[in-house]
């Protein structure tokens, strides 16, 4: 089975596109794009199992976008690297 864990669309804090603002989708795709990256160099490649991904979700001014890591819920290694990501990923583009 698969299961997701959302990570959010630029480091915490860090600033990042804001939902109905003009050229949103675009903007926004690529800090999501260059968030993935920035996750691996600090969390290293997805294990099998794993995958770091951009999705879409509703909002009431349109639907915006954010990276979710995706895991099989029966791979324990995958499972660890989600969840590790979703909190103890990078706070900022930079240091850390």
Known sequence: M???VTIGS???DEPCAQVGSEDYTQRSIVE???YI???REFCGPEPEGAALKIKSFP???GSYLEVVCY???NNEEAIN???KVEGEGPMRWEGD
């Open 32 to 34: 999501c794009n260059r």
């Open 37 to 39: 990256g920035r996750i």
């Open 71 to 73: 895991y099989d819920t």
């Open 59 to 61: 909002h009431d001014f």
């Open 10 to 12: 630029t480091p915490p």
């Open 81 to 83: 690297y989600a969840f």
């Open 2 to 4: 698969r299961d997701y």
